[in-house]
């Protein structure tokens, strides 16, 4: 005798075919409705009606696939629900303990017990600040998905044919409740404790703010919370300064609430009072220059992510920081070196900023980058940026840089790339004339800027016709002379 509730393969095609055909014909009425507006717009009546009645005949259908996928899925939820050989048999820890029934989505709170997701969540929405099994207090309202628990669920479901229980259009409480700000308060007086409670707090804080957005939320709440997140790294500093010392006695912590700080600078709510807050920019240069690898990468990441504010690009670029960055991309560290481009990328895009980095060494390092082949993308975007600088020209030419723009021009695949080169290239021949040689030199051998001025981007078309002209107007001055 077969099992009530197996759902049969035909059917489940069935549903996928007539899902298939109410996208099409969805398309097909938006598309109609959107036709009929221009058309309207147009005074075209004949076309008008004909597209009425196709869109009539197409919602008339699809009335009647919605209908059919209606029974579909009740005949499927029916058998499931008088399955008596199906959940009458499933396993306890397979259920949820508030709610009886087969968990969806298994988490697991501070105690180590697991509840369906959106039960125990009413549960700590309704106040309740202890387990509902062991009543130990919550330390937090972390919820960690159990996927072993899930994957057991699943491959339980399949054997028997059922559906596996989908979490999605479960609730999600992404604000924090008053468990949350209890918890919140308590790591925050941490950090005028004893130094074994400040880095426990930090690690705490650090896994709340990468894991939930409530958490970082909550740092925008209150103008104190980040300062006294961050008394620790102001005490070290003022001690490391007052002994003539640089290195920080407890680098982990650094690590810790410098990461920390950059998960709550990805919050756009709180970038303007991070940025803001006194100590914060000094605290990251800081880090950038005496961090572990990992603290440094995390606070040049940080900066990127708070220079997504214009008024933060300056504030920044006032704080010393664009020298450190420079250094740490020259530096060459694999974990940093992204993070220290895109910092700088998006820190000159205002021109003080510029001129900052270009003083500051940013040319020489990101040409000496891009001739050894890293992060050649990132950093030809950066040049091309800073080749608006009349300085930054100059030492492009001082370089040598046509020859390795040229091979690039020609060599790469990348339209971004192509477009960054030629834009640079164009600028040091508009500034220096005697560089024209070495582009009539490769235009005679390879046609490069020939053929980009036919299929580049558009930007890469005038750029390259605009050298083109000037090596015409060249050749056309000396044949005259």
Not at 47 to 67: E, G, H, P, Q, R
Not at 416 to 444: F, G, P, S
Request: aromatic share 4%; glycine share 4%; proline share 4%.
């Amino acid at each position: 005798m077969a099992k009530t509730g197996v759902v049969s393969e035909g059917d489940s095609i069935r549903v996928l075919e007539l899902k298939k055909e109410l996208r099409l014909l969805v398309k097909t009425i938006l598309e109609e409705e959107d036709h009929n507006y221009n058309n309207n717009n147009n005074d075209d009546y004949s076309t008008n009606s004909s597209c009425s009645s196709s869109v009539i005949d197409a919602i008339d259908k699809a009335k009647d696939l919605l209908s059919n996928l209606k029974e579909m899925k009740m005949k499927k939820t029916t058998s499931l629900r008088l399955d008596d050989g199906s959940f009458s048999s499933c396993p306890p820890h397979f259920c949820c303990p508030l709610s009886k029934q087969l968990m969806r989505d298994p988490v697991i709170i501070s105690t180590g017990q697991t509840y369906d997701k959106s039960f125990i969540q009413k549960w700590l929405k309704a106040g309740h600040r202890v387990c509902p099994i062991t009543q130990q207090v919550l330390s937090h309202s972390l919820l960690t998905p159990n996927y072993l628990v899930r994957e057991m669920i699943s491959q339980w479901c399949e054997s028997r044919g059922i559906e596996n229980p989908d979490p999605v259009g479960y609730i999600n409480e992404d604000g924090a409740n008053e468990a949350d700000r209890d918890y919140f308060s308590s790591l925050i007086d941490k950090m005028s404790k004893s130094i074994g409670e400040q880095k426990a707090a930090a690690k705490e804080l650090r896994l709340l703010t990468k894991r939930m957005p409530s958490f970082r939320a909550l740092f925008g709440e209150s103008t104190e919370a980040i300062p006294r997140l961050l008394k620790p790294l102001t005490q070290q500093r003022r001690g490391s300064f007052s002994s003539g010392s640089n290195e920080l006695t407890h680098p982990d912590l650094q690590e810790d609430l410098i990461t920390t700080l950059l998960n709550i600078s990805i919050h756009d709510s709180n970038k303007k009072l991070v940025a803001e807050t006194p100590m914060v920019l000094k605290l990251l240069v800081d880090a950038l220059q005496f961090g572990t690898p990992e603290t440094r990468s995390n606070s040049a990441a940080a900066l990127f992510t708070l220079s997504a504010l214009d008024s933060n690009k300056v504030l920044i670029g006032k704080s010393g920081a664009l020298k450190p960055l420079i250094e740490l991309l020259d530096e060459g560290h694999p974990m940093a070196v992204k993070d220290a481009a895109s910092a700088l990328f998006n820190l000159c895009i205002i021109q003080e900023n510029k001129g900052r980095a270009v003083r500051d060494g940013a040319v020489r390092v990101i040409f000496k980058k891009i001739k050894n082949g890293v992060h050649i993308d990132e950093l030809l975007a950066i040049l091309a940026m800073l080749s608006t600088h009349q300085r930054a020209v100059e030492e492009l030419s001082d370089l040598g840089a046509v020859p390795c723009l040229l091979a690039n021009l020609r060599e790469s695949s990348c339209a971004r790339n192509k477009e960054n080169c030629i834009a640079i290239l164009y600028t040091i021949c508009v500034n220096d004339r005697t560089k024209l040689r070495e582009m009539r030199d490769e235009e005679r051998a390879y046609g490069t800027l020939s053929q980009l001025a036919q299929d580049g981007t558009s930007r890469a078309k005038r750029k390259a016709s605009g050298i083109l002209d000037r090596l015409n107007r060249a050749h056309n001055l000396t044949h005259t002379a």
